[in-house]
């Protein structure tokens, strides 16, 4: 059921609940998390026979924000084993999708590697693409442990009693915070660290930012070549207003009370329709439809736009890279009426990073992990990110809180992170044989970001006939991939798909499954 | 024999032997040299072409991820579903479209500044064939990436310009309208390739004799009899294979559609290459590679087709100028 905070109210909380690092950082002078000091590292000897001959362990992630904790510890690590070279491949995804397959199908995969984002784990696992932590991370059970209960997720984590990754840091984190050029927002009349816009106000901005540009520069820019970000803008939006969903297994905007997916609720419509309005302002960047995320984000500090709605891992180029842009952080604009909901999270740990079964070198993975998963090594990715990435490990966070000098941005999305996002249910940790239907499932064309770019681009004039056009799609291609995966042998059913306990407002706990 | 065909094997293993009367076992030692050094290459095409290209086709045949043991053969499945698929049709159209617009205006444009150049009066002529040449030889994902600043809305040259002539009174969003996207991307694909057309036409124009040019000029022919009359049935045996190479050019813009769009907005700029691409790793969900093969299948062989039509209409076309001429 939605619950209902005044306006005043949400706000005040939102204060209350950001923490005083954060209160007392909002002068927003760039702080450089790429100074996290090198060298602080030191490796344990974990009691893990090594290899004596001189070997190249390689190494393939994502980089942005780990990629600062990952650099140093990889220093650190050579420097405890000069006979080991770490040749680090940090890549966009897209190369990722395509560089693990082919390297597992060759023999020749990295020794650790992230998951390419359409391979179910599950999957991979049984392909014997992974190697389970179980046999190669010294006191496994001890080290297992250190982390809270429910870290460690069937279908997620676990496959048959092995366990295959660990939720390195928290996926508790969102992608459409607003950031700001403070500069243009000044100068507009609004000061958004005491106060968070609503749509009308947020759209209002953009339309005076963009009128004090003269051509120069705009309200808003949006990385609209890469469609997801209209469809994260849209399901965050509606979400908040009063749309409560969640997505598993590939499948999203779904309301877990009744299973049924979100696409023609009203509050959905009304997201695309700020969207259009801000359109019809002349408020968004031109060429917005034809930048993807990246060029977006990154062209942002050159003072292109007033607001970006964007995730943290902006920051910390943005300080390096633009050490003189004086830019904000705040919430997504919050919906005008009285009806804000928390949005719903999958906890499956951010950053899970697999060892290729065909490994050589299993047993370095196994000592590094095994630092990885430690207090001290918890402590030292919060440190090395300055806060961006949170320790799972709870000693650990607090240990960081207390000893090492957050970022000040990082506070603030931390404390925002508290305040707007609540666990949700996840299918697979109720029923494992539920993932199969990742493994069936087809993609949706056009889906919800393509259709929204296909409506600013003037291509789709009914909004609402292509939102029940995709409402059903969607409801068709769910139950055919249930079908095709209950064909392969998986006990799964649309039934799986439903929490009827579900409040948008509270964290889906463990014994809620129950 | 035409002119400019090449046979090795009379050249190299003949030595004045003639070919008849030889067994197969002796004319291929005779040659030996000429297949070993076409091996390397040969390996090189078999595992990187043909295997390829005949695993597709076996591919398309099946229900697959690409990455999973678990392959199914589903027979003409995956064509029953494209022949349903409005995305398909669209990009299939929209290939053949690119072709159509930017094909003649390519080999027409690169055969007039071939004429041009190869007049050795004209003293720039090689400086220019250079800079011609040059974006031939530059990645197409480079240009594709410098080309979306350069058509910008914001702070682009292009638009700058249309606004500083009074052209456009706002900026024009090259890449990010549906009206504009695919021929804005087709204009750029001509700017980069012409210069190879160019090459083709300037090497065509050597087998031209030019004393005929001198005879007609003492006739008092003007430059563009000349042309009419002399250069170009000279030199129309060449424009099949020139068209040819130009289609087939045409049928291969993927790294400049997917830098320069990505197939977008909305599909609008999706050809054959970026949707086969988009089903095959690209889109949100599983990979097909089974569907993406069969997408690949059907579209080769309907340029297979063009082309043998084409090889058809050309012999067609020479049977009858040949049978005007004994008339």
Not at chain 1, 489 to 502: I, L, M, Q, T, Y
Request: proline share 6%; charged share 20%; hydrophobic share 45%.
């Amino acid at each position: 059921m939605p619950v209902n905070i005044n306006r005043r109210r949400f706000a005040q909380a939102g204060l209350a609940s950001t923490s005083a690092i954060a209160l007392g950082s909002r002068s927003h002078r760039p702080s450089a998390a790429q100074d996290a000091t090198p060298g602080s590292i030191t490796i344990p000897d974990s009691g893990v026979e090594l290899p004596a001959d001189d070997i190249t362990f390689r190494w393939i992630d994502s980089g942005d924000l780990k990629a600062l904790f990952y650099n140093e510890f990889h220093a650190a690590y050579q420097e405890a084993h000069p006979n080991i070279s770490i040749e680090y491949d940090a890549l966009p995804w897209a190369e990722i999708n395509q560089i693990v397959p082919i390297g597992v199908q060759s023999g020749d995969a990295h020794d650790i590697f992230a998951m390419p984002q359409d391979i179910p784990s599950a999957q991979a696992v049984a392909e014997g693409w992974v190697a389970p932590l179980d046999d190669i991370i010294p006191n496994f059970a001890e080290w297992k442990d250190r982390f809270p209960l429910g870290s460690f997720m069937d279908g997620v984590h676990v496959f048959d009693g092995k366990t295959y990754t660990f939720p390195q840091t928290s996926s508790k984190r969102y992608w459409t915070m607003t950031f700001y050029n403070t500069d243009y927002l000044e100068q507009a009349g609004y000061d958004l660290e005491s106060e968070r816009l609503t749509w009308d106000q947020y759209r209002e901005a953009a339309r005076k930012i963009t009128e004090q540009g003269q051509g120069q520069y705009y309200g808003v820019v949006f990385g609209g070549q890469s469609t997801d970000r209209f469809a994260t803008f849209v399901r965050n939006l509606g979400r908040m207003a009063g749309a409560p969903a969640g997505g598993s297994l590939g499948f999203e905007d779904i309301d877990w009370r009744t299973g049924e997916f979100q696409y023609t609720s009203d509050e959905y419509l009304a997201a695309i329709d700020l969207l259009v309005g801000l359109q019809a302002d002349g408020s968004i960047f031109p060429g917005s439809l034809s930048l993807n995320d990246a060029e977006a984000w990154s062209q942002f500090p050159q003072g292109i736009a007033g607001m970006i709605l964007e995730g943290p891992w902006v920051i910390p180029q943005w300080q390096r890279e633009n050490p003189d842009f004086r830019f904000g952080l705040a919430s997504q604009p919050v919906p005008n009426g009285e009806t804000v909901l928390p949005l719903a999270y999958e906890e499956t740990g951010s950053n899970q990073l697999w060892v290729y079964a065909d490994s050589p070198y299993k047993n370095v993975a196994g000592d590094m992990f095994s630092y990885v998963g430690s207090v001290e090594g918890q402590v030292a990715i919060m440190a090395a990110t300055k806060g961006f990435l949170r320790a799972l490990v709870p000693e650990a966070a607090e240990i960081a809180q207390e000893s090492v000098e957050l970022d000040p941005y990082a506070s603030e999305a931390l404390a925002l992170y508290d305040e707007q996002l609540r666990l949700g249910p996840m299918v697979p940790v109720r029923n494992p044989a539920a993932s199969q239907v990742a493994l069936e499932r087809r993609p949706l064309t056009p889906d919800l970001g393509q259709l929204v770019q296909g409506i600013l681009a003037g291509q789709i004039e009914d909004v609402g006939a292509a939102l029940e056009d995709l409402q059903s799609r969607a409801n068709a291609e769910l139950d055919r991939a249930i079908a095709a995966a209950q064909e392969s042998g998986a006990e799964v059913s649309r039934d799986d798909f439903v929490f009827a306990n579900w409040d948008p407002t509270q964290e889906y706990t463990a014994e809620m499954y129950e | 024999m035409s002119i400019g065909t090449i046979q090795p094997t009379t050249v190299l293993a003949g030595k004045g032997q003639p070919e008849r009367g030889r067994t197969l076992r002796q004319r291929l030692w005779a040659a030996r040299w000429c297949y070993l050094f076409m091996l390397p290459n040969l390996v090189l095409a078999a595992m990187f072409t043909f295997y390829p290209t005949v695993m597709s086709w076996y591919f398309a045949f099946l229900d697959w991820s690409g990455f999973t043991s678990d392959r199914e053969w589903v027979g003409l499945e995956n064509f029953r579903e494209l022949l349903s698929d409005r995305f398909f049709w669209d990009a299939y159209q929209r290939s053949f479209m690119f072709m159509l617009i930017a094909v003649p205006i390519q080999v027409v444009l690169a055969l007039v500044v071939a004429l041009i150049l190869n007049d050795s009066s004209y003293k720039l002529g090689p400086f220019f064939r250079t800079i011609f040449f040059l974006p031939v030889v530059t990645s197409a994902a480079i240009i594709g990436i410098v080309m979306t600043f350069v058509f910008s809305p914001f702070n682009g040259p292009v638009n700058k310009m249309l606004l500083n002539t009074d052209m456009v009174d706002r900026p024009v969003d090259f890449l990010g309208d549906p009206d504009t996207a695919l021929w804005t991307v087709a204009g750029v694909w001509i700017w980069k390739w012409f210069g190879i057309s160019m090459i083709y036409w300037l090497a065509a124009l050597q087998v031209v004799p030019q004393d005929l040019y001198e005879a007609a000029r003492l006739d008092g022919a003007n430059r563009w009899s000349l042309h009419k009359d002399i250069t170009l049935p000279m030199v129309y045996p060449f424009a099949a294979v020139i068209v040819l190479i130009t289609i087939v050019g045409s049928l291969n813009v993927f790294g400049l559609v997917q830098t320069m769009t990505g197939g977008g907005p909305f599909f609008a700029s999706e050809v054959m290459e970026v949707y086969i691409y988009r089903n095959a790793f690209g889109d949100s969900g599983i990979p097909r590679l089974g569907y993406a093969s069969a997408a690949a299948l059907f579209f080769g062989i309907t340029v297979l087709g063009i082309s043998l039509l084409q090889g058809w209409g050309l012999k067609k076309a020479n049977d009858a100028r040949t049978q005007m001429k004994q008339t």
